[in-house]
């Protein structure tokens, strides 16, 4: 069998490359998926380090900006150190250690990472500002006293309050100097606009410490502006407003753009100048990756080996897994292969060994099996009896034409009267089977119409009265106010005839059988009902079979041919309606034909 399959057709085959090329794609997913992850978390680590170092840089710078020595920096790098992970040395210009937090004798790494310098930065705490220059923590003789900054503090409540009366809303802040000012919420600077009410003028005035810090810097001031041709007026100029404050945006407005740009070389020179007894000296600084390095994935050969055994590993699992998998699913298939191409004599039926889509599968097939077996045996009887139905009258009209012949019975009317039942017998069998065929064809025809129930039941009952009359059982009808039916009359009489025929055979003397009719919903519901002899409940399930009598021993004379009901059930089923028997032995029968109500005609129709 698997000789005839193409090699790349089989299940196994195909299986075996699907999973390969799903193995294949998961790794490689996997290996970019690492390699970008990687990639990702190394930026990410990296843009971590450069924060860290940012921020290292300008705590230091703080530290210096705020301390005329390095002596109490240990602890602060320490700290720093505990913080980010990170090994952090300072030390002087020629490699001098001032602080370390490795321990003693720890190499120094290759170079510095930057200079600690608050006079010269380029950085600050706040994250994202970047102000050349001088640290704003350096404020040298600039800083308030306890009872200034109280007094500043009060004004600029006073200040404060005075802009919330005025509809505009501020916020204080305290400069590193000690000075308390107002913070305009939206900009994050000084409030642009002053009302008139709040001008007091008190809140700006320097304080006795910020004068004397403004004095001697005109002082440190006033040699490099006379250099610069702008004269010892300008010294003057920069007094007032300009004390402790970064003045970078503020010459503009004391002076003009030219002056300005003349004038802040001058003024950077004299503040550094003025700062620099008041701040640590520079140093610099170094920059470790702490006691734990990172270990970097890298490409070597080994690695690679790493990766190309991890990967084949992965595939040869998969492919044994695979090929397990399929084997098992294979040699049911071919089970249920074989089966099938066995001859249909034999009716061989496959073990069901899973519970999976194989085995269902399985289940399947043997049911098909049986209900295969059950066919054959039913066309099998079927042709029997056939045979059977129609040799008795042919057998009949045979023999007396053959004794007619030889002259031994004379060609009475009573023998042409029975020899012309014996072909209507035979007359009737072909009709039944002409409609069973038609109904298995799909070609049996329908002429609907509108057709009144309690007229059709009347009709019915009537063709059937003389046989209920001789059989002296009752025949009623019964008929829930006026349904209508949208069918054929010619098949519904035929197909409540022959259960109504049916039932008066199986009925005694003193019976009843009731024809009624009811509307159930959208339905409408028609019922023969007997006080027969019953169904017995395991004969039941086949009343509608073909050629199935109650009782084996009956021929058709007395019993029936055995395609009545079947011909009912496809009259039914061909209007689009159900059929069904409930019966009890010793009670009688009901046969419930249930069917789709149709309009009333129309008046003018």
Known sequence: MSARIPLHKRLLVRLLITSGLIAVCSVAATAWLAVATTTQALREEQGQALADDMDVLAELSGYAATHSDWSEAARTVRELSAKTGRRIALTTSDRRVIADSAPPGTSLPPSAAAAVDPLHTDTYSERGAQIPGIDPRAVGPYRLPEAERRKVAALAGKRRLCFSQQGVETSLRRTPSGRTVLIDPDSGSTPDYVPDACADGLLNTPTPTEERGTKALQGLARDCLAKAGLGAGYAALLGGELGGADMRELLPTKLGDKEARLAQPCLDQARRAQLDPYVAPVAELFLGTGDTPAVLFDMSPANKAKVVGTASLVLAVTVAATALVASRLVRPLRALTSAAQQPPELHVRVPVTTRDETGILAVAFNDLTERRERLEAQRKAMVSDIAHELRSPLTNIRGWLEVTRDGVVAPDPALLASLHDEALVL??????????????????????????????????????????????????TDVDGEPWLDADPVRMRQALGNLVSNALRHTPAGGTVALSARRDGDDLVLEVADTGTGIASDELPHVFDRFWRAEKSRSRRTGGSGLGLPIVRHLVAAHGGTVVAASEPGTGSVFTLRMPGGPAPRPDA
Not at 451 to 457: A, I, K, M, S
């Open 427 to 476: 007359q009737r069998v072909i009709d039944d089977l002409q409609d069973l065929a038609d109904a298995d064809a799909g070609t049996l025809r329908l002429h609907r119409e509108p057709v009144r129930c309690d007229e059709l039941l009347q009709q019915v009952a009537a063709a059937h009265r003389v046989a209920a009359d001789a059989a002296r059982v009752a025949l009623r």
